[in-house]
């Protein structure tokens, strides 16, 4: 038995993107979780430690296996290939909690993907799937992959409920970027979910409709005039803002200065921002100072639109 240790990254990711509640992901570059994971003599997966962003241990994540999404999400895979050995993980958390980048997504990405590895991939990334959300069940409380799908497949993704275990991935064109700006706020994911409307009139639900279909296809026919006419969150948006005390000012300022579309990523505080290349540059310095300016520190992050999603690392 192999006591060597397999490190896995899956990366941060905007869930919904806008317009496609619970349906659409984008994967976010540079920013992610690792989990390692190795073989045990004792059955049964174990936590070993959990570090923060400064790599000091982390102190509020649970390593009761129970309760955390990395060890959940490793555990129904490595169970589903009856293992007669167990598996013991250590996660480095690189994204925030609580910030809407899919948080705890990325871990339980991270730690279905290192548990198939330590079997010498039995499964296709499309097979982990389904046990890397049930992870994310656990934490947000609902069976939604817009932040699981991207984070293992890197991209857009299209991954509605009704689907799953199927999903799409769309590729962006690559002129667009898209940036990531997070204030140092916390929202609570399963919370804010609770507290969303139920129901909505068909004029809403037609117009958001609308708005799917159209960013869709400026997606997909590289067509940035309908991709700026249709991002858009008209359902969603208005119920989680004044969540983000700073979002509509920075939105603001995003929209008037080239970004095609600029929303809440997640249940927030995360604000995203979908702008040509040339333009991230520019439009992240505005989001950064506006949000500096309304008294809330924060961080950014640019990526290119088709990043590459989970890996295994040397
Ligand atoms: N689609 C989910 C939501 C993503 O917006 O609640 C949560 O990160």
Redesign the pocket.
């Known amino acids: 038995m192999t006591d060597k240790y397999i490190t896995a990254f899956a990366p941060a990711s905007i869930?919904?993107v806008g317009v496609g509640?619970?349906m659409l992901g984008l994967a976010i570059e540079n920013v992610g979780d690792r989990v390692s994971a190795r073989k045990t003599e004792e059955k049964g997966v174990r936590i070993k430690e959990i570090y923060d962003l400064n790599g000091d241990v982390h102190s509020s994540l649970s390593k009761n296996t129970n309760e955390n999404t990395a060890s959940i999400s490793a555990n129904s895979l490595w169970e589903s290939q009856s293992q007669s050995c167990g598996l013991e993980l250590v996660i480095h958390k690189g994204i925030p909690l609580q910030s809407?980048m899919?948080s705890s997504?990325a871990s339980a990405v991270a730690g279905a993907v290192a548990a198939n590895a330590l079997l010498e991939n039995p499964l296709s990334k499309k097979e982990i799937l389904m046990y890397a959300l049930e992870g994310e069940k656990f934490a947000?409380g609902?069976l939604?992959a817009?932040?699981v799908a991207p984070s293992l497949f890197g991209g857009l993704v299209f991954c509605p409920q009704n689907s799953l275990p199927v999903t799409s991935s769309i590729k962006m064109p690559d002129t667009l970027s898209s940036i990531v700006l997070h204030p140092e706020l916390k929202v609570n994911?399963a919370e804010?979910?609770l507290k969303l409307k139920k129901n909505y009139s068909l004029d809403v639900l037609l117009e958001q409709q609308s708005y799917l279909a159209g960013f869709v296809l400026g997606v997909i026919q590289n067509d940035i005039t309908l991709i700026r006419e249709n991002l858009r969150d008209i359902l969603?948006e208005p119920q989680r803002a004044p969540d983000v005390p700073c979002f509509k000012k920075i939105q603001e300022i995003a929209l008037n200065n080239g970004a095609l579309g600029c929303s809440i990523s997640?249940?927030g505080p995360s604000i995203f921002a979908i702008c040509e290349n040339n333009k991230s540059s520019q439009l992240e310095r505005l989001m950064r100072e506006s949000c500096l300016n309304q008294g809330y520190d924060c961080q950014t992050w640019i990526s290119q639109s088709n990043s590459k999603g989970s890996a295994i690392e040397d």
């Open positions: 869930g919904n509640f619970d809407g899919g997504a947000s609902g939604h817009d932040n994911t804010s979910r969603i997640g249940s």
